[in-house]
Nanobody, 115 residues
Framework: QVRLVESGGGLVQPGGSLRLSCATS????????MGWYRQSPGKQRELVAR???????NYADSVKGRFTISRDNAKNTVYLQMNSLKPEDTAVYYC?????????WGQGTQVTVSS
């Protein structure tokens, strides 16, 4: 069982930055893959970024060059640094972990980009 707790969401103006954090109850060094997904009203949940235990990363085309996913194994935490935010980035952001064939989700954190 892996418990995930997101934090760092909020209201930011277009062009601004936020850093999301996902704290885990497990040793993330051993977790196969962790990631961030987002869902806005009326849309399906979509991948934003993910990172493997070997630090391989991939990003949605819409966030490449603006968002960076990273992990701190010592703190059992995964981060999503979001820069140059746009109104279309507004969504609930969910942390995700895949380990030993199981998929885990956090409760989500709201990100609103608006002037």
């Amino acid at each position: 069982q892996v418990r995930l707790v997101e934090s760092g969401g909020g209201l930011v103006q277009p062009g601004g930055s936020l850093r999301l954090s996902c704290a885990t109850s497990a040793n993330i060094f051993s977790i196969y893959r962790m990631g961030w997904y987002r869902q806005s009203p009326g849309k399906q949940r979509e991948l934003v970024a993910r990172i493997t235990s070997g630090n391989s990363t991939n990003y949605a085309d819409s966030v490449k060059g603006r968002f960076t996913i990273s992990r701190d194994n010592a703190k059992n935490t995964v981060y999503l640094q979001m820069n140059s935010l746009k109104p279309e980035d507004t969504a609930v952001y969910y942390c995700n972990a895949v380990n030993l064939g199981f998929i885990y989700w956090g409760q989500g954190t709201q990100v609103t980009v608006s002037s």
